[in-house]
């Protein structure tokens, strides 16, 4: 109990308002284009049980997750395409790595051989044929 408070009246009594303190209701001020703001929300409503609009929140989770769907997508054909350019190179290298060893293995029966002559150096001021120089 407050007694310097001059709305409480006597003990036990609940608690009311005297008649100058009552709140007064007032409506918010209409402004020039209210009846537009009030035809949308009426429309938005009407659309929101019709289910032909969602909760913003939910329309967002949706295009995040059509998001992700697409990221992944884009992931695994990137994965694809690095699988097969590293299977490429992998074939690549084994060819080099043979045509290496055939290489080896011709110059190593030349130089047992021994028939095999060594033609001599291009002289540098001749153009060869066909060539612009």
């Given at each position: 109990?407050?007694?310097?408070?001059?709305?409480?009246?006597?003990?036990?009594?609940?608690?009311?308002l005297?008649?100058?303190?009552?709140?007064?209701?007032?409506?918010?001020?209409?402004?020039?284009?209210?009846?537009?703001?009030?035809?949308?929300?009426?429309?938005?409503?009407?659309?929101?049980?019709?289910?032909?609009?969602?909760?913003?929140r939910?329309?967002?989770?949706?295009?995040?997750?059509?998001?992700?769907?697409?990221?992944?997508?884009?992931?695994?054909?990137?994965?694809?395409?690095?699988a097969?350019?590293?299977?490429?190179?992998?074939?690549?290298?084994?060819?080099?790595?043979a045509?290496?060893?055939?290489?080896?293995?011709?110059?190593?029966?030349?130089?047992?051989?021994?028939?095999?002559?060594?033609?001599?150096?291009?002289?540098?001021?001749?153009?060869?044929?066909?060539?612009?120089?």
């Amino acid at each position: 109990m407050r007694p310097e408070d001059p709305r409480h009246r006597g003990r036990g009594e609940p608690h009311r308002l005297l008649p100058e303190e009552e709140p007064r209701r007032h409506h918010p001020p209409r402004h020039p284009y209210q009846h537009l703001a009030e035809e949308f929300e009426r429309r938005l409503k009407a659309l929101h049980k019709a289910g032909q609009i969602v909760d913003p929140r939910a329309a967002q989770i949706d295009r995040l997750k059509a998001q992700v769907a697409e990221l992944k997508e884009r992931l695994a054909k990137r994965d694809e395409a690095l699988a097969e350019l590293t299977a490429f190179k992998t074939l690549a290298i084994s060819r080099l790595t043979a045509q290496h060893e055939e290489i080896e293995h011709l110059r190593e029966q030349a130089a047992a051989v021994g028939n095999v002559c060594c033609l001599p150096a291009a002289r540098s001021s001749t153009a060869p044929y066909g060539s612009c120089s």
